[in-house]
Nanobody
Framework: VQLQASGGGLVQTGGSLRLSCSASGITLADAAIGWFRQVPGKERGGVSCISASDGRDYYADSVRGRFTTSRDNAKNTVYLQMNSLKPEDTAVYYC???????????????????WGQGTLVTVSS
């Protein structure tokens, strides 16, 4: 089982990036997917999540209206579209998957069993 977040990079304030979460060994369509971010010295915090069954989604207050999570089941990939980026969005972003309770939304990192390596997003001012 392997998850991989990709698509990070350096972008100016107000810019956009699209992160991808791809997987091998598991089917992401059957899993709830969470996006998290972490900066040095701070806990990993929930950014967004999407349920498996009906595609309901959740966004942290700090990103609501700017970030959007979506699925492409044919590609076994989940995306995090990030618009109007701010310097405070700078972090390592991770995607995670869980199958237990996959119909429920959970922004807690403790709820997720499978994690990928992160991708660094840097927003310059």
């Amino acid at each position: 089982v392997q998850l991989q977040a990709s698509g990070g990079g350096l972008v100016q304030t107000g810019g956009s990036l699209r992160l991808s979460c791809s997987a091998s060994g598991i089917t992401l369509a059957d899993a709830a997917i969470g996006w998290f971010r972490q900066v040095p010295g701070k806990e990993r915090g929930g950014v967004s999540c999407i349920s498996a069954s009906d595609g309901r989604d959740y966004y942290a207050d700090s990103v609501r209206g700017r970030f959007t999570t979506s699925r492409d089941n044919a590609k076994n990939t989940v995306y995090l579209q990030m618009n109007s980026l701010k310097p405070e969005d700078t972090a390592v972003y991770y995607c995670a998957a869980r199958y237990l309770g996959s119909s429920r939304l959970s922004p807690s990192a403790l709820a997720y069993a499978f994690w990928g390596q992160g991708t660094l997003v840097t927003v310059s001012s």
